[in-house]
């Protein structure tokens, strides 16, 4: 189901910006559900992550929470995650459209440069942004390397990324599903709810109830 309250992109511009959250948007994992599996901590991690997804606590203290249970972990983790992870239906066709249009994709994510960035190089993605995980004697600390990737960063990393290309930040797309992806709709020219949590339902300009990102095209033109 879609829901358009407004439609704000000129896609006859040679100049615009698509920015996606990864988790449960680009792809349909929670990347650290994923690696908490391996750990035997899913259970604690997917009930902080689903409340932080829902505006109910930071979003940096909750990963920090969630990223200790990992500690001991072999970086081998990784390549075992890797194959787990599902890209979301029309993803890959949202990323060519926008790009034969003359067009930028980017992922912003509170998830990890370790599982990001293979599937960033092959979906082509312009641009990319994630956290990184402490790795020491071949084992994960349990720690985030570096100032996490949260609400504001995200909409800072729009904000860059328009800049880098020119654009004007009314020709910019953000979508996402979680309360952290709000402070980025908010600077974006058009805000996609994308199967989200109630909160964002209610404060992103269009909503789209569909697991299928290639529906999200039509919203700004395409």
């Given at each position: 189901?879609?829901?358009?309250?407004?439609?704000?992109?000129?896609?006859?511009?040679?100049?615009?910006?698509?920015?996606?959250?990864?988790?449960?948007?680009?792809?349909?994992?929670?990347?650290?559900?994923?690696?908490?599996?391996?750990?035997?901590?899913?259970?604690?991690?997917?009930?902080?992550?689903?409340?932080?997804?829902?505006?109910?606590?930071?979003?940096?203290?909750?990963?920090?929470?969630?990223?200790?249970?990992?500690?001991?972990?072999?970086?081998?983790?990784?390549?075992?995650?890797?194959?787990?992870?599902?890209?979301?239906?029309?993803?890959?066709?949202?990323?060519?459209?926008?790009?034969?249009?003359?067009?930028h994709v980017g992922v912003?994510?509170?998830?990890?440069?370790?599982?990001?960035?293979?599937?960033?190089?092959?979906?082509?993605?312009?641009?990319?942004?994630?956290?990184?995980?402490?790795?020491?004697?071949?084992?994960?600390?349990?720690?985030?390397?570096?100032?996490?990737?949260?609400?504001?960063?995200?909409?800072?990393?729009?904000?860059?990324?328009?800049?880098l290309t020119n654009t004007?930040?009314?020709?910019?797309?953000?979508?996402?599903?979680?309360?952290?992806?709000?402070?980025?709709?908010?600077?974006?020219?058009?805000?996609?709810?994308?199967?989200?949590?109630?909160?964002?339902?209610?404060?992103?300009?269009?909503?789209?109830?569909e697991r299928d990102l290639?529906?999200?095209?039509?919203?700004?033109?395409?």
């Amino acid at each position: 189901m879609t829901e358009s309250r407004n439609v704000l992109i000129n896609t006859d511009s040679q100049r615009f910006l698509v920015v996606l959250d990864v988790d449960s948007t680009l792809i349909e994992n929670e990347a650290i559900e994923l690696i908490a599996a391996e750990a035997g901590s899913l259970e604690l991690v997917a009930a902080v992550t689903e409340r932080a997804m829902r505006g109910e606590l930071d979003f940096a203290e909750s990963l920090r929470e969630r990223v200790a249970t990992l500690e001991g972990l072999p970086e081998s983790v990784f390549d075992t995650v890797r194959s787990q992870i599902t890209v979301t239906a029309g993803a890959q066709a949202l990323i060519e459209k926008v790009k034969a249009h003359g067009g930028h994709v980017g992922v912003v994510s509170g998830g990890f440069h370790e599982l990001l960035d293979p599937l960033a190089t092959s979906l082509g993605l312009d641009f990319w942004k994630a956290n990184r995980l402490e790795i020491s004697d071949g084992k994960l600390t349990g720690k985030v390397l570096g100032e996490i990737v949260d609400a504001q960063t995200k909409a800072d990393t729009l904000i860059e990324w328009a800049n880098l290309t020119n654009t004007p930040l009314a020709q910019t797309v953000a979508i996402g599903d979680g309360a952290n992806d709000l402070t980025m709709m908010g600077v974006a020219g058009l805000g996609i709810a994308f199967c989200a949590k109630p909160i964002v339902q209610e404060q992103a300009d269009v909503a789209l109830n569909e697991r299928d990102l290639s529906k999200a095209l039509e919203m700004f033109g395409l």
